[in-house]
């Protein structure tokens, strides 16, 4: 590495590990203004626009965030719209600064491995952790879902989410690169899967386990391991087994899609992985439904704009509060889902920029660079934020920000006359 690629890359490594502890976030914020400021110097004005329009896709963030600044403007509630702009604000920075780097690929592989290894600790210290929690407290919950992550401070869902990147990451080193530490890598992706199964996020648990299992048979059967193949299959049968074995509650979260019905009145319990699931609570499908419909009916009323960023918030209490939805009001629900909350902020204008730039677009360029890893980690963004608004959350703001345009950030084809300046 040179002297410039150092620096950068321990940079990186900080930022990792102050991403993950939320006491120490204010550290991280810092810490993200040292990257956008060290990445804006390493490239000169003339090499950034060349890059720009080589990767058409950051114009399309940068795009979007200019939509989310005026609709703030715009907004009844000003303060609101500017308190959700500073948490969107890794949107635009990391973009504009680490999506205009042109990475040597060996050298971004080598930033994402130090990402899986400050994740692989993290998860490792959360799992000791609880597991002296369980010991200590005799609590059965102790090393499930938010419990487990609670050394940390942070949701379930996001650290899911950051860990099944992880897993790719070491599942790309061990398949495609030459590696002394094959056993190592093995086993902390067997790790990572069961901490993944531990922290119960759905989405991430079955997308997880359609790409291991749909690659895991691709690449033995393309190479014709039909032996491997076959050991593959009783192998992920066994570690089915032994998982419903080890906490069969945990497969409560899928049960509730079946209770999938719900009335806006109704004052039912919140259901829990750790308690009995009846038809007459709330859970993560029917809460989503109805809130979801709600999203919906915001957005037929202001379909071309949206209600405003700023305005957002209080335009769906208001809705919960005509239904009725006492559930959703208590507990303070957002609609749960990215797209729909981008849609019925902004509008069909907000929506079509918000996909164009961060999934369409670097999807493209992603399959055109024959990308692998890339169009993983895209799609894996495109999935998690179904269930979720990220980017009304500061870790989910960050992440979202930061992994698609820094995975694209590689040298690519016509761009190898662009060279990063070098550090006197």
């Known amino acids: 590495m040179t002297k410039q690629e150092r620096v950068l890359y321990i940079l990186f490594i900080l930022f990792f590990i102050t991403l993950y502890y939320r006491p120490i976030n204010s550290i991280n914020v810092i810490l993200i203004g040292v990257l956008f400021i060290y990445s804006l110097s390493c490239s000169t004005f003339k090499e950034k626009v060349y890059l720009l329009k080589q990767r058409s896709y950051i114009t399309g963030m940068v795009l979007f965030f200019v939509l989310l600044v005026f609709s703030a403007l715009f907004s009844d509630n000003l303060q609101q719209g500017f308190n959700y702009l500073k948490i969107r604000l890794p949107l635009l920075l990391f973009p504009i600064s680490l999506g205009l780097l042109n990475l040597r690929k060996n050298y971004r592989d080598r930033i994402l491995m130090g990402f899986a290894l400050v994740t692989l600790a993290i998860c490792t210290i959360c799992f000791l952790t609880s597991l002296k929690l369980h010991y200590q407290t005799q609590r059965t ?115 509730e ?29 029917n809460f989503r439904l109805a809130a979801w419909n709600c999203g919906w009916e915001l957005f037929q009323e202001n379909p071309l704009i949206g209600v405003g960023l700023g305005d957002k918030y209080d335009q769906l209490m208001e809705n919960y509060k005509q239904k009725d939805f006492k559930f959703a009001i208590e507990t303070n629900k957002n609609v749960h889902n990215n797209y729909l909350d981008i849609l019925y902020s902004l509008g069909i204008i907000g929506i079509i920029v918000f996909f164009v730039g961060w999934l369409l677009l670097p999807f493209k360029y992603a399959v055109q660079q024959k990308d692998g890893l890339s169009i993983l980690f895209i799609i894996t963004f495109a999935c998690a934020w179904i269930t979720e608004i990220y980017f009304d959350r500061s870790l989910g703001g960050i992440v979202s920000g930061l992994f698609i345009p820094l995975i694209l950030a590689t040298t690519a084809k016509g761009e190898a006359k662009v060279k990063i300046k070098p550090v006197s």
């Open 141 to 255: 919950d102790a090393i499930y879902n938010d419990n487990l992550v609670l050394f940390i401070e942070q949701q379930s869902v996001y650290v899911a989410l950051l860990v099944s990147l992880a897993i790719y990451i070491f599942s790309y080193f061990l398949l495609y690169k030459r590696t002394r530490y094959k056993a190592l890598l093995t086993l902390s992706i067997l790790f990572l899967i069961v901490f993944s199964y531990l922290l119960g996020s759905r989405i991430n648990m079955a997308l997880l386990a359609v790409t291991m299992v749909g690659f895991g048979f691709y690449y033995l059967i393309s190479n014709k391991k039909y032996l491997e193949t076959t050991t593959l299959c009783l192998g992920l049968l066994l570690a089915g087994m032994a998982l419903y074995k080890v906490q069969p509650k945990m497969l409560n979260r899928y049960k």
């Open 257 to 285: 899609l079946a209770y999938n019905k719900f009335e806006y009145s109704h004052e039912g319990r919140e259901s829990h992985y750790n308690m009995e699931l009846t038809q007459d609570q709330w859970n993560g499908t």
